[in-house]
């Protein structure tokens, strides 16, 4: 029996319209802005000057933390300015601002399309190439990739899970890289498996991507023959449900196992990396290629087939760049996500610029996201069934709603994920995510004042 | 350019709403309503008007005018109640029972608890057991009635577990198990036929409606605890599949048990109840002075869901 996470989950459709579209080459902006907060950690610290001349792949920000990533020019240009600008929602964020001219390399990145196949051995050398070339996670929290591939001292990995379920609707970048780049991702793969000390290596791949899991599978075969860092790696098939891709849930999946409450993967030995992340260590390692490209999608039901993309775009590039080239905002559309639609965020700001986790521009319509007004619980039980670590979210919502703080941790409120499963399957519209997303900050905060005292 | 929408994730919302889900457990209530009608004929459509109107029309009233608030009707859960109701009622009652059976089950047991998802038992069966307690004769006053087909004779006049509590097991050795599972068997309106009842709960199940936990442990209970005792003296207590059969086991288990509202949470805490409500009907009916105690059992068990949930919890992710 194919496998798959053991609590909760919900099945929503899964609406791949935009499955059968190859990635295109988005093109190039006059202007460009990069923001310097595109990981998770404190953002990175500009080290160009207004007026400086960068090459495309050139250091343009620096890590400010031991969580933090070095940020990279996507374009060769002049820097116009260097200051705060709103991201997607609103908040301002300090971006650096390129005017594009024509496109140059900076020194030492390969941009050939040849594969390199052969794995350094020095694992020091290879950190450091997934550090300096800014590569973080792709599968949505973008944490900074090397700190995730270097254990803390006493921790060893046992398996290392790339995440190819992507289990958010409509989203298909990781499946159109899993079709069109298999062979990268497998090499990204074999990186990490070396880095890590050689753990059990698996590909989770969802069933309802038949194509992707075989374009894998033969990626694997013919890599596994010319080397052996290849052999052994495993592509798995997973039945799919919603969210197979998050973390916990990938791991419970894969490897039965279960991290601790406030614990982190590796307490169980495991090291979870995305296919793009993969991609992405790939072409740092052997290419010496900053993370300075993503794939997104393009898509929504409101959205012609014709429309529908798939594209591989500069990071920096602003969104309404991108709905102006693909032929502007459908006229029925009221939301546009970045993201999927379980977990994206809804764009209030369309001049926002795409940074190196932007994985969709997605349209909705009134229809599929306007809420319906909310009414009384009737206790139907469907968030609890639907919770993927367990929780009560109709319990959870009425303690958030009374104020209990000491109630809600006893309930495990610190555990949510923020899949949205519940609010999804409620019959009676009862915003319980919303609720319990605020009430949870409450009590995180509460819980990190705790241990500092002591 | 358009206006933009922003709101949190998630930005999908299933497609089933609390009306749907009502409208679903009416739907799925049909086959048995219409093995009813077929049955008890003018009757059972006047008790089914009297109960469903007067359900619709005092949840109105008592949202409307006494609390003052936006009407709840529109979510299907009172045409629920009004049709649970009638069907768990003789089809000899007069209109006026009926009626109060649903003041009481909407005024009381409903409304007075904030409405709908805020009940502690179960409405239609805080009807029916006033009316019980209240008038015990024309509670058990089982006909004969004339239906639209067969002649009035068919439908014997008592229950079989009403047979059975007079003169045992003997007494209802001639029944056909047959008879009970297509239509031919004394009782309420919704104690007539099995297969309707059966049909009705693969539909809540296919619908996703209900999970069959619940309904499966109360089955199973009442069968392994009167198989267990019909083993030990079959000439005292009666057999497994009678026990099944009869009485308002299927219309409970199916529909009143499996009330979202006064059910438990979590699956285990589910399967508690089940086992719980199976144990007390069966021994009401072997050792009470009832024949049936199917509405009592699921009433009593609806005292313990708010301890049934906080002792019986899904497991946590990593914990």
Known sequence: ?454 | MNRLLVSPAPHLHVRTSTASLMRDVVIALLPTVIVSILFYGWREIMILAVSVVSCVLLEYLITRFLLKRESTVSDWSAVVTGVLLALNLPATSPWWMVLVGAIVAIGVAKMTFGGLGQNLFNPALVGRVFLLISFPVAMTNWGPVQGFVGNADAVTGATPLGLAKEGGVAAVSSLDYLDMLYMNIGGSAGELSAIAIIIGFIYLLARKVIRPHITLSIWITVFVFSGIMWLADPSVYTDPVFNLLTGGILLGSVFMATDYVTSPMSTAGGIVFGIGIGLITMLIRYFGSYPEGVSFAILIMNSTVPLINKAFRNKKYGR
Request: charged letters at 20%.
């Open chain 1, 1 to 454: 029996m194919k496998k798959t996470f053991s609590i909760g989950g919900v099945h929503p459709n899964d609406s791949k319209i935009s499955a059968g579209c190859r990635i295109e080459m988005l093109p190039v902006p006059q202007t460009v802005y990069i923001s310097m907060a595109q990981h998770l950690g404190a953002p990175a610290t500009p080290v160009v000057s207004v007026g400086d001349r960068v090459k495309t792949g050139q250091v343009i920000g620096e890590p400010a933390g031991f969580i933090s990533a070095f940020v990279h020019s996507s374009v060769t240009g002049t820097v116009k300015s260097i200051g705060p600008r709103p991201d997607l929602a609103g908040n301002k964020v300090t971006h650096v601002e390129i005017a594009v001219e024509e496109d140059e390399w900076a020194e030492g990145i390969d941009t050939s399309e040849t594969v390199v196949r052969e794995i350094p051995r020095d694992n020091a050398f290879i950190l450091d190439r997934i550090k300096s070339n800014g590569v973080v996670g792709l599968g949505g929290a973008t944490f900074p990739t090397h700190v995730k591939l270097s254990p803390p001292p006493g921790k060893k990995a046992e398996i290392l899970i790339i995440n190819g379920a992507e289990c958010e609707p409509y989203l298909t970048s990781d499946y159109r890289i899993m079709i069109e780049k298999p062979e990268q991702i497998v090499i990204g793969a074999g990186i990490m498996k070396q880095v890590l000390g050689g753990p059990r290596t698996v590909i989770g791949i969802e069933d309802n991507k038949p194509e992707a899991i075989a374009s894998m599978q033969a990626a694997v075969e013919k890599l596994s023959v010319l080397s052996p860092s290849y052999s052994g790696i495993e592509v798995m098939v997973l039945k799919k449900k919603y969210p197979q891709g998050g973390e916990k849930q990938l791991i419970d999946a894969v490897a039965r196992r279960q991290v601790k409450s406030m614990g982190l993967p590796i307490d169980v030995g495991a090291v979870v990396q995305n296919v793009a992340t993969s991609m992405a260590v790939y072409d740092a390692v052997m290419k010496n290629r900053p993370l300075i490209t993503n794939t997104l999608t393009v898509t929504g039901d409101c959205l012609p087939a014709e429309r529908q993309k798939n594209l591989l775009f500069r990071i920096g590039v602003p969104f309404s760049f991108i709905i102006e080239q693909t032929g502007g905002m459908p006229e029925n559309a009221v939301k546009v996500i970045s993201g999927g639609p379980m977990m994206g965020k809804a764009i209030s700001n369309l001049d926002a610029t795409t940074v190196k986790g932007s994985s969709s521009v997605l349209y909705l319509t009134a229809a599929q996201t306007v809420r319906r007004p909310e009414s009384n619980c009737i206790r139907c039980a469907k968030c609890v069934e639907a919770c993927p670590m367990g929780l009560e979210p109709y319990l959870l919502n009425k303690l958030a709603r009374n104020g209990m703080m000491e109630e809600l941790e006893q309930n495990a409120i610190q555990d949510c994920i923020e899949c949205g499963c519940c609010l999804y399957s409620c019959p009676a519209n009862i915003p319980l995510l919303d609720v319990i997303r605020v009430a949870k900050g409450d009590v995180m905060r509460a819980i990190r004042a705790r241990s500092a005292k002591k």
